[in-house]
């Protein structure tokens, strides 16, 4: 009985269990792409994840536009610097970025302005 | 949510699910087609029986008209097939016939259909639930009596599997459907070999005296052809489910709907053939008869094993049409209110990705017509096919409209086809309302104007309201910043009333006092706060108008642009929801204040369990995160932010929990355009509990009410009519309910009146 194994199943696991799941077996088919909790700073990295916040901040001098990615493994920020448009992100969707890998004002790991792409996602398809 | 109803919902419903995992939900045709095709195909056990009843009325040879009857009703279910067709591949987005007619034919005739599907989808289920409870008397007679409840039981089965989610219901109903197709056809294959190889099985009904109680009229014969009718409702289900199949969902609709009317056809023209061969006679007076397909069955099979198999699967079949109607009614609302024709709650997705909202609802207004018309069937099928031609006729009239507009290439073969459709079944329409009118139809026509003029009057609200939030305030341009000016309201002395003259105290507002019912507070709050004037009000009478009246005394001394903010200090006796029952009196009066115009509520909570005496709750915190949460870039949402702005805080920032990838890239485009001189964040609630993403947002800040304070600001809109205020979300109270139980927050609401009609 597949149906009361996987009843069964979800009882025994969270939510956030089963999505963390998901997230590490999509990214390992992304050619390219380290897992975060990989990710070295001062190194080029290229890393995939899904859009789990976006963080507007328009204030003048630091006007920015953060997305945080997760990718099952852990988080970190791409940021883009003195844009006053989105850059055609939205919650949710996969994410592809590459560029340098630094460390934020609060030990986030961020990537400044990185080259980016829309990946289909396992979660929005 | 407690921890027990958590896992309950976990246990019933199942986990919640993602909403990235909508496209595992989409159908593939094998589930697809019984899923959709319930419904159609499930009133091959009704059908039939309708007709023949009418045609018993005027004796034993109105039985032979059986056949001519149900080959026009098979060709006229052929013609609304292949008209559908069209429909499903011109529409995937789905909507059936209300989207059609709604672009196409213009707003009433759209209100038009969406009125009569979703009263078509309460009645499928009554109706459904119905005749499946009498396929399981007429295989048991004892059960007759416990009828309603075997239905309610039917229903709420129904409704538990359908919050848990479309797909495992598919998977679930294919068995039946499949196992009913089967069985039938194994009925009519025995059956018409028995016929033609051997002697005619003859149904027990056969020698039933047949007095003629009316000629053999023309009018006889169209009542007898438009009880047939019923054959055809369904079809409209798999029009309005194409966005749940999948992709290429129009094509693989449309091959559904073929095989779908294949089926259809051929069942019920040899259930007629056998209704006529083996002599089934039905009457509308009798009781405790057995149904038609029951007592072909009972005959073809005399009345062995199969016999039970046939009513069983009769019976599942029937509930788990139902089903159809659980798919749809919920998807037809959520449209419906995403075109602001419906109360916007209808949107939300429950726990399992199913608009749990418009399930509950379907299940609780088909129980109500089941009791009302004690579950029979003939009586409540009287009222079910007006809806279903209504639709038929608009979503194909629609389709001409549309082709004549496009004029795509060989656009004349097909609009006429639909035309031809729609002009068959505008005819059909007209014969079901003239015969059935007295026999309950009328019901039927007397709720549809309603129904429509309730969404109507829906939409209007809504779009008042966008037209008011929209509408430039004089808030943005330049002028003098609102000054704060607190009162803070004294019930006793109490750990959080001195916190909450430390909160206050590190808003610095422009002024303070105090207010107060009970005298004997006055000495004490005078070595508490000297530099804060009480005011102490008789408490005779009723305290909330009191409140009300000294507030809007002190707002006629304000600028109009100043905030006069009420502060109340809660202290509470444990993290258990019961606390809001707990004091009805104050939960009251906060409700009472958002009222009052020009006022904001600051609600101060605290749990004994925090209580410290070590620590001097009146000094202020040294930090103030303030939150506002926000929907939209409107006015109530610059008022809120204008308010966070009065308040000196450390750090503001607006916050949104938003799902979709598409609004939140127009949320930040607008926030961007705006120049709000604040971050937002968009966070996403993945699990779609706003109230969960936002406490667990605000446990970064691990406030401790002492020294770090969060202040959440809720813009929150009021109607100026009580029953309207149905109408907006009831995002605010989730919002509350689980903030008022976190260490160190604050809960700001700030009113934003709105003036419309």
């Known amino acids: 009985m597949a149906f009361l194994g996987s009843f069964f199943r979800d009882l025994s ?113 | 949510m407690s921890r027990t109803t958590a896992v309950l919902k976990r246990i019933f419903l199942g986990r919640p699910m993602h909403h990235g995992e909508m496209e595992h939900t989409l159908l593939p045709k094998t589930i697809a087609l019984p899923v959709f095709s319930s419904d159609p195909l499930s009133s091959n056990a009704y059908a039939t029986q309708e007709a023949l009843l009418v045609l018993a009325t005027v004796g034993a040879a109105g039985l032979d008209l059986i056949q001519p009857v149900s080959i026009a009703v098979a060709t006229l279910l052929a013609i609304v097939v292949t008209s559908y067709r069209q429909t499903v591949q011109a529409y995937p987005t789905g ?57 309610f039981a039917f229903i709420g089965f129904v409704t538990l599997m359908n919050l848990r989610g479309v797909k495992e219901s598919g998977t679930l109903f294919a068995i039946p459907t499949y196992g009913f197709v089967l069985v039938i056809y194994l009925m009519i294959a025995t059956g018409v070999s028995r016929c033609v190889f051997g002697t005619c099985p003859v149904a027990e009904s056969a020698d039933l005296p047949l007095p003629p109680e009316h000629a053999l009229t023309f009018f006889l014969i169209l009542r007898a052809f438009a009880a047939g009718t019923t054959a055809l409702t369904g079809v409209e289900a798999i029009a309005d489910g194409v966005p749940a199949f999948r992709y290429p969902q129009s094509k693989n609709a449309a091959k559904t709907l073929t095989i779908m009317a294949a089926l259809s056809i051929s069942m019920f023209l040899g259930i007629s053939w056998l209704a006529d061969q083996t002599h089934v006679v039905y009457l509308e007076h009798l009781e405790e008869q057995r149904s038609v397909v029951a007592q072909i069955a009972s005959a073809v099979f005399s009345g062995g094993f199969l016999f039970y198999v046939v009513q069983a699967m009769s019976a599942a079949i029937l509930i788990l049409a139902a089903n159809t109607a659980y798919q749809d009614f919920p998807r037809l609302s959520s449209i419906l209110a995403k075109d602001n024709y419906m109360p916007h709650q209808f949107m939300n997705r429950g726990d399992r990705l199913v608009f749990s909202n418009g399930v509950l609802i379907l299940a609780v207004l088909s129980g109500i017509l089941i009791v009302i018309f004690d579950a029979n069937l003939t009586r409540l099928i009287q009222l079910y096919l007006v809806g279903v031609f209504i639709s038929f006729t608009l979503s194909q009239s629609g389709m ?53 003029a309730a ?77 804060v004037p009480l005011t102490t009000l008789s408490g005779q009478g009723n305290v909330r108008r009191q409140l009300r009246d000294h507030l809007a005394a002190r707002r006629t001394e304000l600028d109009e642009h100043d905030f006069l903010t009420l502060v109340v200090p809660e202290l509470l006796q444990s993290r258990n929801l019961i606390e809001v029952f707990r004091r009805p009196g104050l939960t009251r009066l906060k409700a009472a204040m958002l ?3 020009g006022v904001q509520l600051l609600n101060v909570p605290m749990v004994v369990d925090e209580i410290d005496p070590s620590i001097d709750e009146t000094v202020e915190p040294a930090r103030n995160h303030v939150l506002v949460l926000v929907s939209g870039v409107h006015n109530a949402t610059l008022q809120a932010i204008e308010y966070a702005e009065s308040l000196h805080a450390t750090d503001i920032r607006a916050i949104s929990f938003g ?24 966070e996403a609630s993945p699990f779609r509990d706003i109230g969960l993403s936002l406490r667990d947002y605000i446990r970064q800040f691990d406030a401790d009410g002492v020294n770090q304070v969060v202040t959440v600001v809720m813009p929150e809109f009021v109607v100026s009519k009580r029953r309207h205020q149905i109408l907006h979300g009831q995002t605010a109270l989730v919002v509350k309910r689980h903030v008022l139980f976190e260490r160190g927050v604050v809960a700001v609401s700030v009113p934003y009146h709105l003036h419309q009609s």
């Open chain 1, 13 to 125: 696991r969270t939510p956030e269990e089963t999505r963390a799941d998901n997230l590490r077996d999509w990214t390992a088919t992304i050619r390219g792409a380290v897992p975060i909790a990989e990710l070295k700073p001062r190194e080029r990295a290229k890393v995939a994840g899904v859009i789990q916040n976006i963080r507007i901040d328009p204030r003048e001098g630091s006007g920015s536009i953060e997305a945080t990615i997760i990718d099952g493994t852990g988080q970190m920020v791409a940021r883009w610097l003195g844009r006053d448009r989105m850059p055609g992100i939205g919650l949710g969707m996969g994410l592809l970025i590459e560029g340098m890998c630094g460390v934020g004002d609060e030990g986030e790991l961020v990537i400044l302005n990185p080259e980016y792409d829309l990946v289909a996602d396992p979660e929005t398809g």
């Open chain 2, 95 to 151: 909507g059936g016939a209300y989207r059609v007619a709604h672009e196409n034919l213009g707003m009433y005739p759209g209100l038009l259909a969406a009125s009569a599907l979703l009263i078509d989808y309460v009645l499928t289920v009554a109706v459904s639930i119905t005749a499946g409870v009498e396929a399981m008397t007429s295989a048991s007679p004892a059960l007759h009596e416990h009828k309603i409840i075997i239905a």
């Open chain 2, 400 to 452: 001409v409209m549309r082709m004549r507009k496009l004029r795509e290439a060989g656009w004349r073969k097909r609009a006429a086809l639909s035309g031809f459709g729609a002009t068959v079944t505008g005819v059909v329409l007209i014969v079901i309302a003239w015969t059935k009118f007295q026999r309950g139809a009328y019901i039927v026509i007397v709720a549809i104007p309603f129904f429509m």
């Open chain 2, 455 to 531: 969404m109507w009057s829906v939409n209007r609200h809504y779009s008042s309201v966008k037209g008011e939030l929209a509408r430039p305030d004089p808030r943005t341009a330049d002028r003098r910043r609102g000054h704060q000016h607190m009162v803070i309201y004294v019930q006793r002395l109490d750990a959080a009333t001195a916190r909450s003259l430390g909160v206050v105290r590190s808003m610095r507002p422009a002024e303070v006092t105090a207010v107060t019912t009970d005298p004997g507070t006055a000495s004490a709050w005078r070595r508490l706060a000297r530099e």
């Open chain 2, 595 to 597: 009222t009052a115009p």
């Open chain 2, 659 to 682: 799902l979709d990838p598409e609004r939140t890239e127009t949320l930040g485009n607008l926030w961007l355009e705006a120049r709000i001189p604040h971050p937002l964040e968009i």
